[in-house]
């Protein structure tokens, strides 16, 4: 489905049309249509991404082309602000550029410290060892969806010391999920 898109796509960055999306985001309950300046491509995870600027919030933003309803170029021209794609998703963790920058600091147990220190997660990230033979990691991302997804991956061997809003929110899905948990088997 994405691929059909990609050439179309291609040419209206090419040629800084503008074009209709019809766009049906993950979580949304309907699909929404509104005009886009295209930017650039990008392919993160297995699948292609647009991010251009998103006329309906004024905005830029991030469409999965796999979420693409219809697009159709206009015959409506733009011209581009400066965005550099390499600074936008050096700041990205994931496909998740959307979102201000902001610090995550996290802290690792002992057991899991040789998985995390092997490879370079985010172009952001410092590490620190502690004296319990942990490890404390600092990033900054752009926005908290995508590396939330990553640090849920780690429990229970991580604890998020910063932001609060993201440790409030590991506390609100742990809850959850041990509600979810808790009950007497599922019939």
Same mark, same amino acid.
């Given at each position: 489905?994405?691929?059909?898109? %990609?050439?179309?796509?291609?040419?209206?960055?090419?040629?800084?049309?503008?074009?209709? %999306?019809?766009?049906?985001? /993950?979580?949304?309950?309907? +699909?929404?249509?509104?005009?886009?300046?295209?930017?650039?491509?990008?392919?993160?995870?297995?699948?292609? *991404?647009?991010?251009?600027?998103?006329? &309906?919030?004024?905005?830029? @933003?991030?469409?999965?082309?796999? @979420?693409?309803? $219809? &697009?159709? +170029?206009?015959?409506?021209?733009? #011209?581009?602000?400066?965005?550099?794609?390499?600074?936008? /998703?050096?700041?990205?963790?994931?496909?998740? #550029?959307?979102?201000? +920058?902001?610090?995550?600091? %996290?802290?690792?147990?002992?057991? =899991?410290?040789?998985?995390?220190?092997?490879?370079?997660?985010?172009? $952001?990230?410092?590490?620190?060892?502690?004296?319990?033979?942990? &490890?404390? #990691?600092?990033?900054?991302?752009?926005? &908290?969806?995508?590396?939330?997804?990553?640090?849920?991956?780690?429990?229970? *061997?991580?604890?998020? =010391?910063?932001?609060?809003?993201? @440790?409030?929110? /590991? @506390?609100?899905? /742990?809850? $959850?999920?041990?509600?979810?948990?808790?009950?007497?088997?599922?019939?």
């Amino acid at each position: 489905e994405a691929d059909k898109h %990609l050439g179309a796509i291609h040419r209206a960055i090419i040629d800084y049309r503008r074009i209709k %999306l019809v766009y049906k985001a /993950l979580y949304a309950e309907h +699909p929404t249509e509104s005009k886009v300046d295209p930017y650039y491509l990008f392919f993160r995870d297995g699948f292609w *991404y647009l991010r251009g600027y998103y006329h &309906l919030e004024e905005g830029m @933003r991030t469409f999965a082309l796999d @979420r693409i309803v $219809s &697009l159709a +170029p206009l015959d409506e021209h733009f #011209v581009p602000e400066p965005v550099s794609p390499e600074d936008e /998703l050096s700041g990205a963790f994931g496909p998740y #550029v959307d979102g201000d +920058p902001v610090e995550v600091v %996290l802290r690792f147990d002992p057991e =899991v410290k040789g998985l995390i220190t092997r490879k370079k997660w985010h172009t $952001s990230q410092q590490e620190k060892e502690l004296a319990n033979g942990g &490890l404390e #990691v600092q990033f900054v991302v752009n926005g &908290l969806f995508g590396i939330r997804q990553w640090i849920y991956r780690w429990l229970p *061997y991580v604890e998020i =010391v910063a932001p609060k809003e993201l @440790r409030e929110d /590991l @506390r609100t899905d /742990l809850a $959850s999920a041990l509600k979810k948990h808790d009950k007497k088997g599922r019939q």
